[in-house]
């Protein structure tokens, strides 16, 4: 009840609750399209190197979702040129990329004078803490993602499923990879804000994983991956409320809580599915 009257009353609870239906829907776009073409390490990459943006931004006085937005866009770009020229060297430069990345924004944090950025906010989030300006722009960030798809949706998928196939059919597989990079970086920059950078690739990736395990079509596991997202958001901040945990954190927890049930269901499911099950 404490949970319910402070949703009813309070607005940064309000808050907390759009925040997680703007940063499920990015996830649901976004999320499929990483587990399909199994990129949640380079994911992971564009993610930790978006402190060294919000670091410097913060140095030099500039908002820290800008310089994340800037950081997620350019790593992106950068990540996705090294997997398609330097694949011998892929994983030694991501992660580089990736550790880099954050001791660049620890450095410039650390030197900022006066107050100093709440590191742990940044790395683990802060989902009670969400503004006006950092909603809005997690809703022009859902805007674009979702119009670029929509524009673009037969291409991605053709480049996620069979990208040699796609460059034979002319088309440019280098282009709509590095697009689906760019989409990437987006999510990240907004899922941030609310589990932070350590745990955004398990609100990036399970959904969808879930999802995968019960529905067919990619748009079917978008839909699902959004409900999965939502679904565990709300749950994980009800579960925190009371005895006062981290959100986000208890978020990923009942997110992979909820991801070993439906490995177990399905295995489940699939063994009455086979022949002779009944005996067994």
Same mark, same amino acid.
């Given at each position: 009840?404490?949970?319910?009257?402070?949703?009813?009353?309070?607005?940064?609870?309000?808050?907390?609750? %759009?925040?997680?239906?703007?940063?499920? %829907?990015?996830? /649901?776009?976004?999320?499929?399209?990483?587990?399909? &073409?199994?990129?949640?390490?380079?994911?992971?990459?564009?993610?930790?190197?978006? %402190?060294?943006?919000?670091?410097?931004?913060?140095?030099?006085?500039?908002?820290?979702?800008?310089?994340?937005?800037?950081?997620?866009?350019?790593?992106?770009?950068?990540?996705?040129?090294?997997?398609?020229?330097?694949?011998?060297?892929?994983?030694?430069?991501?992660?580089?990329?990736?550790?880099?990345?954050?001791?660049?924004?620890?450095?410039?944090?650390?030197?900022?004078?006066?107050?100093?950025?709440?590191?742990?906010?940044?790395?683990?989030?802060?989902?009670?803490?969400?503004?006006?300006?950092?909603?809005?722009?997690?809703?022009?960030?859902?805007?674009?993602?979702?119009?670029?798809?929509?524009?673009?949706? &037969?291409?991605l998928v053709a480049v996620c499923f069979d990208a040699e196939f796609a460059r034979l059919r002319g088309l440019n597989v280098t282009f709509f990879y590095l697009l689906l990079?760019?989409?990437?970086?987006?999510?990240?920059?907004?899922?941030?804000?609310?589990?932070?950078?350590?745990?955004?690739?398990?609100?990036?990736?399970?959904?969808?994983?879930?999802?995968?395990?019960?529905? &067919?079509?990619?748009?079917?596991?978008?839909?699902?991956?959004?409900?999965?997202?939502?679904?565990? /958001?709300?749950?994980? %901040?009800?579960?925190?409320?009371?005895?006062?945990?981290?959100?986000?954190?208890?978020?990923?927890?009942?997110?992979?809580?909820?991801?070993?049930?439906?490995l177990l269901g399905h295995a489940l499911v699939g063994l009455r599915g086979r022949p002779g099950s009944a005996a067994v």
């Amino acid at each position: 009840m404490a949970f319910i009257d402070a949703l009813l009353g309070q607005r940064f609870m309000q808050y907390a609750v %759009l925040g997680i239906a703007l940063a499920s %829907l990015a996830s /649901g776009l976004v999320g499929p399209f990483v587990v399909v &073409r199994r990129i949640g390490y380079l994911a992971g990459g564009v993610a930790h190197a978006v %402190l060294g943006g919000m670091g410097v931004a913060w140095y030099f006085g500039g908002d820290p979702m800008a310089g994340a937005l800037i950081a997620s866009l350019v790593a992106a770009l950068v990540i996705g040129w090294v997997h398609l020229h330097l694949r011998a060297h892929e994983d030694m430069l991501i992660s580089a990329l990736w550790s880099g990345g954050m001791a660049v924004g620890i450095l410039f944090i650390s030197q900022t004078d006066g107050y100093r950025a709440d590191l742990l906010g940044y790395l683990f989030g802060n989902i009670l803490l969400v503004s006006d300006a950092q909603l809005w722009l997690m809703v022009a960030l859902d805007v674009a993602m979702a119009v670029v798809i929509l524009l673009f949706y &037969r291409q991605l998928v053709a480049v996620c499923f069979d990208a040699e196939f796609a460059r034979l059919r002319g088309l440019n597989v280098t282009f709509f990879y590095l697009l689906l990079l760019c989409l990437v970086a987006l999510t990240v920059v907004i899922l941030v804000q609310i589990v932070g950078l350590i745990l955004l690739v398990a609100l990036l990736s399970l959904p969808a994983a879930i999802a995968g395990q019960w529905a &067919r079509s990619l748009g079917a596991i978008m839909a699902l991956s959004t409900v999965v997202a939502a679904g565990s /958001g709300y749950a994980g %901040l009800a579960i925190a409320w009371g005895p006062d945990w981290p959100a986000g954190a208890t978020i990923v927890l009942t997110l992979g809580g909820l991801y070993v049930l439906s490995l177990l269901g399905h295995a489940l499911v699939g063994l009455r599915g086979r022949p002779g099950s009944a005996a067994v």
